[in-house]
């Protein structure tokens, strides 16, 4: 069945049906939720690769590095405030088979241009860090609260997720940054299809 050419609401109905196949997906939001972190949001890969992994028939969590935590604080940006959310998080879920990476998205603009070679503007939420990611696929994030109500944020939908493909978003991120993803991600799902980049302002 192409899920992607279903009605928005029923995508999003699969798509949360799904990611919640792989065991640490509900795990990770429940302590999450209990961190309460400004802002947060599970997102990125771990997201679309669940859902590559279902339909491509292989187990929910198979070959998934990290999970992405992302939360939003620009009342601190030193190091060490950062620091100081991180090793709570490792306390947190160090338990958990799979590392679970927490970054303040406040931050990103002091340390982007020394290791991606490109300036970043300073983000003014989470939604705006993940609006930048190289591809728009997984440009995805959930968020739990404590009685179990989910927030989605899904700027580009579902549709290229559900159909194999990786697009480019040429917001900000590198050339490189894409290219480099999508060859991993294509050798470890050869059922993607991944789209060339195209220079930030050409149509799709």
């Given at each position: 069945?192409?899920?992607g050419?279903?009605?928005?609401?029923?995508?999003?109905?699969?798509?949360?049906?799904?990611?919640?196949?792989?065991?640490l997906?509900?795990?990770?939001?429940?302590?999450?939720?209990?961190?309460?972190?400004?802002?947060?949001y599970?997102?990125?890969g771990?997201?679309?690769?669940?859902?590559?992994?279902?339909?491509t028939?292989?187990?929910?969590?198979?070959?998934?590095?990290?999970y992405?935590?992302?939360?939003?604080?620009?009342?601190?940006?030193?190091?060490?405030?950062?620091n100081?959310?991180?090793?709570?998080?490792?306390?947190?879920?160090?338990?958990?088979p799979?590392?679970?990476?927490?970054?303040?998205?406040?931050?990103?603009?002091?340390?982007?241009?020394?290791?991606?070679?490109?300036p970043?503007?300073p983000?003014?939420s989470t939604?705006?860090a993940?609006?930048?990611?190289?591809s728009s696929?997984?440009?995805?994030?959930?968020?739990?609260?404590?009685?179990?109500?989910?927030?989605?944020?899904a700027p580009?939908?579902?549709?290229?997720?559900?159909n194999?493909?990786?697009?480019?978003?040429?917001?900000h991120?590198?050339?490189?940054?894409?290219?480099?993803?999508?060859?991993?991600?294509q050798?470890?799902?050869?059922?993607?299809?991944?789209?060339?980049?195209?220079?930030?302002?050409?149509?799709?």
């Open positions: 069945m192409n899920y050419r279903l009605p928005i609401a029923e995508q999003l109905d699969v798509f949360r049906a799904t990611v919640l196949r792989n065991g997906v509900p795990e990770i939001l429940a302590r999450a939720a209990e961190f309460d972190l400004p802002g947060w599970l997102t990125a771990c997201l679309c690769q669940t859902v590559w992994n279902v339909l028939g292989r187990p929910p969590a198979e070959g998934i590095k990290d992405d935590l992302f939360y939003f604080d620009d009342s601190d940006l030193s190091w060490e405030a950062e100081s959310v991180i090793e709570a998080g490792a306390k947190l879920f160090g338990d958990l799979a590392a679970v990476e927490i970054r303040n998205e406040a931050r990103v603009h002091l340390w982007y241009e020394e290791r991606f070679g490109v970043c503007a983000y003014e939604e705006a993940i609006d930048s990611f190289p696929t997984p440009c995805l994030g959930i968020r739990q609260t404590r009685d179990g109500a989910w927030r989605v944020y580009h939908g579902f549709g290229d997720m559900f194999l493909v990786v697009r480019p978003n040429p917001v991120a590198p050339q490189s940054s894409y290219q480099a993803k999508s060859r991993r991600w050798a470890q799902w050869p059922q993607l299809t991944v789209l060339p980049w195209l220079p930030r302002g050409n149509p799709d």
